[in-house]
């Protein structure tokens, strides 16, 4: 390995200035802690580009199989050493190009022929963000795939669900957990098309006007796995849209995630004891020893601001530049690696979390209260054709009644429901069945047992779709 120098050493661009960096602009000037997960991306670009400069003659075979051996070997040094603090350099592409032209001599130098440092950068940037968006796609998939086995493992369950937190009308579990799926269904497909769009190959755009010699740049993209070349070299280097679309979709993965951890700490409290989460998931209070803290779903729930504010970031960083690189573009992975990073470690907890989880049958069973068939009754009254404003009001009226004389609502009489209106028959106390209610409700993204079946297979072939697997 090419051994650190004392002060700033190598840079790309020195040759312009009489002096050097001071002190404070070095520190604010240095990104190499930042961009070094990148030096993969890097070697691997280059080694394409050097492949590039050789198809368009720049670049003798001898001259390229020397500059592809010495990137190799540096892959090597940069994969044994310690991180990045081992070196001087102001960021991860002066490393390579450094240990490249101390390893192989003056050739090395032939390697940034006709590239720039933009287009280099945002390169590497790009081919970590395909790998980055493919992992998270299978984080994602995994994770509901979990939430629908556990969705399969409550049939026969049926909770009551709320609308303003308050009791509303009956659904099956099933029901339940499945509409806290398909919102990551569609981060899913949110993660397809920022993978299209990432996608895209900036190499070759140099520093805003493009590259003086003929590269191929189709080639180039063929080379590095990228479907499509950038049209606008200026639009090319500054183009991060894929970047903040990511931090976008981990900013609205996270909410998701928050709103399905929401449901876990209220429905585990003693209040509720709808769920029980896996002790690897819970933990203890240092001074009661009788809590069981759902920490797995509060650190969730807390992990939404960070990335919402990394969203933040990311767009104010691009709101102001104009046309070409800026260097304010320094700023953009910080928040785009927070996110992925963030998300790499919540949804696995998650996953683990659900497939930890108990539904407490009893205490579900327990919570089912008459009320929340009020509106079965007003249906009833609208089958035998009163209008439904008026069945409302009936029913509202039953349910007032009840409440009155401090009795459920399936404690009325007959007499009590037929004063309420004369259609109401003794067939009507079968209503009072949590169960027939779900059953009632068939139509296309109800709770019937056979429209929730429907909806196993739909959530199935959404994910096949939205996959982001190569």
Not at 398 to 419: F, H, K, Y
Request: hydrophobic share 40%; charged share 25%; aromatic share 6%.
């Amino acid at each position: 390995m090419g051994s650190p120098r004392e002060g700033s050493g190598h840079t790309l661009w020195g040759g312009r200035f009489e002096g050097g960096l001071s002190r404070e602009m070095e520190a604010l000037n240095r990104s190499l802690d930042v961009d070094w997960r990148l030096w993969r991306q890097d070697v691997r670009g280059s080694r394409a580009w050097a492949r590039g400069l050789e198809r368009a003659g720049i670049l003798s075979a001898a001259e390229a199989a020397q500059i592809d051996d010495g990137l190799c070997r540096v892959a090597g040094m940069l994969e044994a050493a310690p991180g990045p603090g081992a070196f001087p350099d102001e960021d991860i592409h002066t490393v390579v190009e450094r240990l490249l032209t101390e390893t192989i001599g003056p050739v090395g130098g032939k390697l940034h022929s006709g590239r720039s440092r933009n287009d280099q950068a945002a390169t590497g940037f790009r081919l970590w963000g395909k790998d980055a968006v493919q992992g998270l796609g299978r984080e994602l998939a995994t994770l509901i795939e979990a939430i629908a086995a556990k969705a399969r493992e409550t049939a026969g369950i049926v909770m009551p669900g709320y609308t303003h937190l308050q009791q509303a009308q009956p659904v099956p579990a099933a029901h339940w957990l499945l509409s806290r799926a398909w919102p990551l269904v569609r981060d899913l497909e949110h993660l397809r098309a920022v993978l299209g769009e990432c996608d895209v190959l900036p190499l070759g755009s140099g520093a805003l006007a493009g590259c003086p010699f003929e590269v191929d740049r189709e080639a180039l993209a063929a080379d590095l796995g990228f479907s499509r070349v950038c049209e606008n070299s200026m639009d090319g280097v500054g183009d991060r849209d894929w970047a903040a679309r990511l931090v976008f979709g981990a900013a609205m993965t996270g909410v998701h995630l928050s709103q399905l951890a929401e449901d876990l700490v209220l429905f585990s409290t003693s209040e509720f004891g709808f769920v029980r989460l896996g002790d690897g998931f819970t933990t203890g209070s240092s001074l009661m020893p009788q809590k069981r803290n759902p920490d797995v779903a509060e650190l969730t729930r807390g992990k939404s601001g960070r990335l919402v504010g990394n969203l933040t970031r990311i767009l104010t960083v691009l709101k102001g530049l104009p046309a070409g690189y800026n260097r304010d573009l320094q700023e953009d992975k910080e928040a785009v690696f927070d996110s992925v990073d963030t998300l790499a470690v919540v949804l696995p907890a998650m996953t683990g979390a659900v497939r930890s989880m108990e539904l407490v049958r009893a205490r579900i069973e327990k919570a089912l209260r008459p009320e929340m068939l009020a509106t079965d009754l007003a249906d009833h009254l609208v089958r035998r054709g009163v209008p439904f404003r008026e069945s409302h009001d009936i029913a509202g009226a039953l349910v007032r009644a009840a409440e009155e004389s401090g009795r459920e609502l399936s404690a009325l009489t007959l007499a009590e429901m037929q004063a309420g209106h004369p259609e109401f028959g003794p067939e009507g106390f079968d209503l009072f069945d949590p169960r027939a209610s779900v059953e009632s409700r068939a139509v296309r993204g109800g709770t019937s047992a056979r429209a929730v079946e429907a909806q196993f297979a739909a959530l199935e072939e959404a994910v096949a779709r939205a996959s982001v697997d190569p």
